[in-house]
């Protein structure tokens, strides 16, 4: 394939990831489309980190612009610095990708921050605000041997926002793929990218 209709390609697909990057990662924010617990600070710290928006979104959205651009540009030495730079910003969306990518899978991993109840603070406690199923003690001896991920009877815990864990579960494992996707475009720009610096585009020939 040319380095100009393969640009034209990556650069678009690129686009719309980095805009559902973003998309996703505000609506961690938001917990079931509620602002008030994003006012009274109880949003994870994961989510607060938000990910896909610097990460999986306004670093791949930098790179996109210029590739979409560059698939555009005819051959010439202006289009070998568009390929060059082109390689620059992609390693830069390769990296903001590879980042949301850690850090969501730590937030997966981890569990969402909710109100629930917490059998070590023993009976005639009321209800607090923490990680259950990062400390899984507090869903009984026997959680600590299984992943929260697989058994879905144990998200009932979380009392308050409401289906926090079915919110917070899809929307980081949409993140966790649209960073791979990501990854994987922006690795195929880098490649493209350095045939075009070293070879031009074969656009038109």
């Keep these: 394939m040319c380095v100009g209709k393969c ?6 697909c690129l686009l719309v990831l980095g805009t559902l990057s973003v998309a996703a990662s505000i609506l961690l924010l938001f917990p079931g489309g509620a602002s008030k617990y994003l006012r009274e600070g109880h949003i994870g710290s994961h989510a607060r980190a938000v990910p896909g928006l610097w990460g999986g979104g306004i670093a791949v959205l930098l790179a996109a612009t210029h590739v979409t651009a560059l698939g555009w540009r005819r051959s010439g ?11 620059v ?3 830069l969306a390769l990296l903001g990708a590879a980042a949301c990518f850690v850090l969501c899978g730590v937030g997966l991993t981890n569990g969402p921050l909710c109100l629930h109840n917490s059998t070590a603070l023993g009976p005639g406690h009321s209800a ?3 990680y259950p199923f990062l400390d899984a003690t507090d ?9 929260y991920l697989y058994n879905r009877r144990s998200w009932s815990v979380c009392l308050e926002p409401q289906g926090i864990v079915t919110w917070h579960v899809v929307l980081f494992s949409l993140l966790l793929l649209i960073s791979v996707a990501e990854m994987v475009l922006a690795l195929l720009q880098i490649l493209n990218g350095c045939l075009g610096c070293l070879c031009g585009f074969c656009d038109g020939k």
């Design 77 to 87: 030495c202006s289009a070998r610095h568009s390929a060059f730079l082109s390689v």
């Design 89 to 91: 910003l992609s390693k």
């Design 128 to 130: 607090r605000w923490g």
């Design 139 to 147: 869903l009984g001896p026997d959680a600590r041997t299984e992943n």
């Design 7 to 12: 640009s034209r390609i990556v650069g678009p």
